[in-house]
């Protein structure tokens, strides 16, 4: 039987757990065909529908979260099918659909489509040894799932030019020191912080965290204006819930938050 291309676990013992969804195409560093892409959307959406979930972690092997799409695919296209089939991202969107926060949690190469899928997540922990670029320029093409509209946004403009144009890999302190990468975590630490962080986010208030992810993402699109009302509205909304309640009281009486779904 050939193997699954995504792997699935949870972990965590309290109300809520955080879902470990793995790439498994080892071999071919994780290149991303549809059938990967296929499972980790139906796994996302799976995992944000689930109430026992509380955070997902997306990652890969040690040697690579993903080397981009798999190129052997790519090279069969022309225009017409590439074009009418939706190459690429017909199956791309579902991560944006997950209100769940996703933390990418990347060892070895993120190129091409892994870079651009590591920056749909919410939170990136790397290891020293992990490496990102968009490398798309050297096979003649640019990326196509987001790579020259979030790296900008994530790096700057130079920087993003610099990357995409050239195809130059950049290392994880270089990352971390541009803005791509959250954290750095020693290689044989980054399941253990992934989790330590998911089980952090699983213990929140529910809805705090789902406002608050919808209203940083808000920024990434919206103009500033559009983006400062919706955290406001967002914001006064929490006041309606039972984690205000409890969060302050609990504060407020030097105790700590028991926050229930
Ligand atoms: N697609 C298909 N197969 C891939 C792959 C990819 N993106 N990346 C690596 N592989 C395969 C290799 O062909 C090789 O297979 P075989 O063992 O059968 O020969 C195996 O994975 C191991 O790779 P290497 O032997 O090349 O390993 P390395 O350590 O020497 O090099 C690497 C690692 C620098 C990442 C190199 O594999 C590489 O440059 N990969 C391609 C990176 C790339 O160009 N990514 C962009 C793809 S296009 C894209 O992603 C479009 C988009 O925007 C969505």
Not at 151 to 167: C, E, I, N, Q
Not at 176 to 203: F, H, K, N, Q
């Amino acid at each position: 039987m050939a193997e699954p291309t995504i792997l699935t676990a949870q972990h965590g013992d309290g109300d809520r757990r955080t879902a470990v969804i793995t790439l498994n195409r080892p071999k071919q560093l994780n290149a991303l065909n549809d059938e990967l892409m296929d499972a980790l959307g139906e796994a996302l959406l799976r995992f944000d529908a689930d109430p026992a979930v509380g955070c997902i972690v997306i990652t890969g092997s040690e040697k690579a979260f993903a080397a981009g799409a798999d190129i052997g695919v790519l090279a069969q296209h022309d225009f017409i099918s590439a074009y009418t089939s939706d190459l690429i991202t017909r199956n791309w969107e579902h991560i944006r659909r997950v209100r769940k926060p996703v933390i990418a949690a990347v060892s070895g190469f993120a190129l091409g489509g892994g870079c651009e899928l590591a920056m749909m997540c919410d939170v990136v922990l790397a290891t020293d040894t992990a490496k990102f670029g968009q490398p798309e320029i050297k096979l003649g093409i640019i990326p196509g799932a987001g790579g020259t509209q979030r790296l900008p946004r994530a790096v700057g403009k130079a920087k993003a030019m610099d990357l995409v144009l050239s195809g130059r890999l950049m290392d994880a302190a270089e990352a971390e020191r541009s803005g791509l990468v959250s954290r750095i975590v020693p290689a044989d630490r980054l399941m253990a912080e992934a989790l330590a962080l998911g089980e952090v986010i699983c213990a929140l208030g529910e809805a705090s965290v789902l406002a608050a992810k919808e209203s940083v993402n808000r920024s990434y699109e919206a103009p500033l204006s559009d983006g400062i009302l919706t955290e406001r509205r967002l914001f006064h909304a929490m006041f309606g819930t039972p984690d205000q309640k409890e969060g302050m009281e609990a504060f407020l009486a030097k105790r700590k938050p028991v926050f229930k779904r």
